[in-house]
């Protein structure tokens, strides 16, 4: 094993005072890799204490991070650190999400089951029955 291995392997064993947060956001699965979620970093679409952080931002127990994915905000609490990869089981314990962010997902995937659902794929051009259910939605008729 070269130099290199022997730090990263002697980082790990630190990994109990603070992580960089691209490598706990990896390590607590909120990203695949660890390059996506240094571009979320740099997209704005996570906080940490209510701050813009940069990706090498080291963060520790008790910091409060919240991580946009799409439409949901999560708000979780940084409760263990880990700069390596585990389990799904192991990565849920090192955050705990708040009862005001479980709340407020509940009710976005409400209303979002709430919308009207319009059958068209996507898929190059709309038909004539397609485009027809848009006008319906969108509250024009056709006869206009």
Do not use: C
């Not at 070269?2 to 603070?18: I, K, L, M, T, W």
């Not at 799409?70 to 940084?78: L, R, S």
């Not at 314990?93 to 089951?113: I, M």
């Amino acid at each position: 094993m070269g130099a290199h291995g022997r730090a990263r392997a002697n980082s790990g064993e630190r990994a109990g005072e603070a992580v960089r947060l691209d490598r706990w956001l990896w390590a607590a699965r909120w990203y695949k890799t660890r390059s996506q979620a240094v571009q979320a970093i740099a997209g704005g679409k996570i906080r940490v204490n209510g701050e813009r952080p940069k990706r090498a931002r080291v963060i520790g127990i008790g910091d409060e991070v919240r991580v946009r994915k799409g439409p949901i905000e999560f708000h979780v609490v940084v409760r263990a650190l880990s700069e390596t990869r585990g389990p799904a089981t192991t990565a849920r314990t090192l955050y705990q999400e708040t009862p005001a962010s479980l709340a407020a997902r509940a009710l976005l995937a409400l209303q979002l089951k709430s919308q009207p659902q319009i059958t068209y794929t996507g898929k190059g051009r709309p038909t004539k029955k397609d485009r027809r259910a848009i006008e319906r939605f969108e509250g024009r008729d056709s006869a206009e």
